[in-house]
T-cell receptor, first 117, second 112 residues
Framework: AQKITQTQPGMFVQEKEAVTLDCTYDTSDQSYGLFWYKQPSSGEMIFLIYQGSYDEQNATEGRYSLNFQKARKSANLVISASQLGDSAMYFC??????????????FGTGTRLKVLA | DTGVSQNPRHKITKRGQNVTFRCDPISEHNRLYWYRQTLGQGPEFLTYFQNEAQLEKSRLLSDRFSAERPKGSFSTLEIQRTEQGDSAMYLC??????????FGPGTRLTVL
């Protein structure tokens, strides 16, 4: 069954340092998408970055980059130069693409990141 | 504000009552999604609309749950005969393409 695994329930990082949040996925599909979202304490889910299964380059969005290793089925999020405002819950998600043209999304259990001053 | 909006933001109800939530997506987005999130968990997919057509439904969406998007714009999620296990945050998201979803602030449901 399709699944997203985030093995780090909580992480600490010093301000201005880089941090990697782990995500592995399990799918037998060839076509899928991988996402990272940030959920601050306010509760709203904020889209950070997307990687398509056929994309050869790792996705980058500002201080966020997605380390996509297809053979290992991992899609780790790297946050460079951490800021206090990065403290939040981070969710990895996968989009399953069906041959019918429809799709649905599966989320991991999240990693709570705390940035220390 | 042109983001996704959800109403109400909070709902407290007694077990057995019916509740209805509304989601207004970003205006040009033709795709709309409903999720449920319980404490300490990631969002769980419930259902997905493309325009007014409901294309996917999770097995989580029991017979007590129904969602509509009658004119391809706003959507409603109704829960009939609520149970305490329905207590959760109900999230709505919308997108123009499958690569990016924009989430609303959610409706927090508490069933007493």
């Amino acid at each position: 069954a399709q699944k997203i695994t985030q093995t780090q329930p909580g992480m600490f990082v010093q301000e201005k340092e880089a941090v990697t949040l782990d995500c592995t996925y399990d799918t037998s599909d060839q076509s899928y998408g991988l996402f990272w979202y940030k959920q601050p304490s306010s509760g709203e889910m904020i889209f950070l970055i997307y990687q398509g299964s056929y994309d050869e380059q790792n996705a980058t969005e500002g201080r966020y980059s997605l380390n996509f290793q297809k053979a290992r089925k991992s899609a780790n999020l790297v946050i460079s130069a951490s800021q206090l405002g990065d403290s939040a819950m981070y969710f990895c998600a996968m989009r399953e693409d069906y041959t019918s043209g429809t799709y649905k999304y599966i989320f991991g259990t999240g990693t709570r990141l705390k940035v220390l001053a | 504000d042109t983001g996704v909006s959800q109403n109400p933001r909070h709902k407290i109800t007694k077990r057995g009552q019916n509740v209805t939530f509304r989601c207004d997506p970003i205006s040009e987005h033709n795709r709309l999604y409903w999720y449920r999130q319980t404490l300490g968990q990631g969002p769980e997919f419930l259902t997905y609309f493309q325009n007014e057509a409901q294309l996917e439904k999770s097995r989580l969406l029991s017979d007590r749950f129904s969602a509509e998007r009658p004119k391809g714009s706003f959507s409603t999620l109704e829960i009939q005969r609520t149970e305490q296990g329905d207590s959760a945050m109900y999230l709505c998201a919308s997108s123009f393409n499958p690569d990016t979803q924009y989430f609303g602030p959610g409706t927090r449901l508490t069933v007493l």
